[in-house]
């Protein structure tokens, strides 16, 4: 099937002009709908025959980003955008929209996903396509069509809509970090119990760090408070005109004036993924892991002492990184070589 | 209420893409609609058009009158692309194919009274010595045999005595000598429905008549059925493609469909041309029913009789 021209490029802009807004809000996709007039992308003089496949293919593209790995803000805003095409649609009956079998247990957690952190308006609207009868439930989610290719479209995933690949985050997680806490716990009341003095452990037995689990926890947070500002980072260089070579840059990141920031520059200058976006759940998620382990010094505020041992850790990451082949989309262009080590 | 934030809030046509739109789509569509007013004479739907967009939707949302024939819920459609075996130069590309909508539960052998292909129509025999005597007989009826070929199990039409296992030369073929092909299996068609299968979506299968009319089959697609299908079994197995095959015109009046082919025939201008009844008989018979001339003559059944 040709692609329905512009459509993706539409897409693209209101699920972006959502992501910037920063909420997952319904109402302010609607409003953004309704600054597009967006349910006008199926005027035009055609005929039904016409109509119908263009429905089709229209729902199809939109469907796309609402699977992973997609972040949740633009799943979320793939929802609104599929419930707002299937209403508008001019189609009699109503054209429907295609899931695969594969993909219903990540929509069904999805769904588990948006109860718990009570986006309750996105929960009604899942529910009221469902309610109108709004899926087909296939074995396969593109239908097969039989035209030769001219060539073959790889599908492109646009690479700021993508959730950060943040392996530290999948690994260190919420349960992994209790686990260890507990095991920690129990650890040192076998020391006790063992040694001579019942109230605290042996000395001869202290073999390793005793916040080891808590330093654990905040070199992660530091990981995810970096990832955050070095996107930040790069969008707002982003946006400055991107024909200006770095002297520019250069200058807008004195302007921040601390060592901090020049770290950073010289990160973004080395890194090698593309632009990562910070969902909203990520931010839940983030107020959990403070409050879920106890003691007021789980601060996002790192000591000095902890950040020069969590620099090199950082550094050493970014060297691997560097080694790996790079690709660079859309980043300005780096005129001089960062001899910066 | 939600609904009220997507739907335009003043009267529009949707025929006319406004002026002041923002959206890349209707930017490029409403370019090629204008090129299209300027350059189309008369824009109306022509036949083609209407027959495939009625095939598609004549069926959605019926209802049969007799409720046991009422499709349940969680009843699987599949939609399978048969393939015509007629081999045009034109249709080097995109081979034409019909599409058909089956019911999970039915058997294979409904499926397989449903192909319509022209090669069940033929009349065998030359008939220019006696053009009245053209059997009733099509080869539909005297050679009843056909199997389909999914995932290495023969599934071979046995409902009839006259039936032949035509899979069994294949069989022995393969285990003749050891050519890569295991298991080759042959069972009776009648016993097994589509849901007992286990298929390939986009895999290439085989449907063999009439002994050597091979048609390729496809399932492009599996899904639940839904709330707005047609939802009478009766109507199944479903037709909703067909491609459309133009037929061959009387050589005489280039009016009626040919009904008659001749082969070195003295009076005809070419080798081999195609006549209609009327004109056939006018041409080669006189008034007495004497063959006029020196020809073979054969029926001829047209690809396009389907349309």
Known sequence: ?341 | SIDMLMSSEKEEDPDVIPEDNNLLTLRIRKKVLERREETIIVDRACRQETLTYEMESHATGKRPDNPTDLIEEGELLLTVNIFYPVIFQKHKDHKPYQTVLVLGSQKLTELKDSISCVSDLQIGGEFSSQPDQAPEHISKDLYKSAFFYFEGIFYNDKRYPECRDLSRTIIEWSESHDRGYENLQSVKMEDYVFNDLSLKIGFPYLFCHQGNCEHIIIITDIRLIHHNDCLDRNLYPLLIKKHWLCTRKCFVCKMYTARWVTNRDSLAPQDPCFFCDVCFRMLHYDAEGNKLGEFLAYPYVDPGIFN
């Not at chain 1, 609607?30 to 229209?58: C, D, I, P, Q």
């Not at chain 1, 429907?96 to 769904?111: G, M, N, S, V, Y």
């Not at chain 1, 009570?118 to 899926?135: E, G």
């Not at chain 1, 809509?161 to 999948?170: A, H, I, L, M, T």
């Open chain 1, 1 to 341: 099937m040709s692609a329905v021209p512009g459509l993706k490029e539409d897409c693209e802009e209101l699920l972006g002009a959502f992501q910037q807004a920063d909420t997952v809000r319904f109402e302010h996709f609607a409003e953004l709908w309704r600054e597009r007039r967006f349910h006008t992308v199926f005027y035009g003089r055609m005929r039904a025959l016409e109509r119908n496949k263009l429905t089709k293919k229209t729902l199809e593209v939109a469907q796309q980003y609402f699977f992973p790995p997609y972040a949740f803000q633009i799943r979320v805003g793939a929802l609104y955008l599929l419930y707002g095409l299937y209403n508008a649609q001019l189609c009699e009956p109503k054209q429907k929209i295609r899931i695969a079998l594969k993909d219903w247990p990540e929509i069904q957690k999805f769904q588990q996903d948006l109860l718990d952190s009570q986006h309750y308006d996105a929960a009604y609207i899942f529910r009221r396509l469902r309610l109108a009868r709004a899926f087909h439930f296939t074995a396969m989610p593109k239908l097969l069509t039989y035209r030769t290719k001219k060539k073959i479209e790889e599908s492109y995933f646009k690479e700021e809509f993508k959730d950060p690949s943040n392996r530290v985050n999948s690994l260190i997680t919420n349960d992994v970090l209790e686990e260890l806490m507990n095991i920690h716990d129990h650890y040192q009341k076998m020391k006790c119990v063992i040694s001579a003095d019942k109230s605290q452990p042996d000395k001869a037995l202290s073999l390793i760090k005793d916040d080891f689990v808590v330093n654990l926890k905040d070199i992660t947070l530091e990981h995810q408070e970096w990832q955050q500002n070095r996107m930040k980072l790069f969008r707002n260089a982003k946006e400055t005109d991107e024909t200006e070579n770095k002297k520019k840059e250069g200058t807008l990141l004195e302007s921040e004036g601390s060592e901090r920031a020049n770290a950073l520059a010289r990160i973004k200058y080395r890194s090698y993924s593309a632009v990562v976006e910070a969902s909203k759940s990520r931010r839940h998620r983030q107020v959990q892991l403070e409050s879920s382990e106890s003691g007021s010094h789980c601060g996002k505020s790192p000591t000095r002492s902890k950040k020069t041992r969590s620099q090199p850790a950082r550094r050493g990451e970014m060297q691997v990184a560097k080694e790996t082949a790079a690709r660079h989309i859309g980043m300005p262009i780096i005129v001089e070589e960062n001899s910066d080590e």
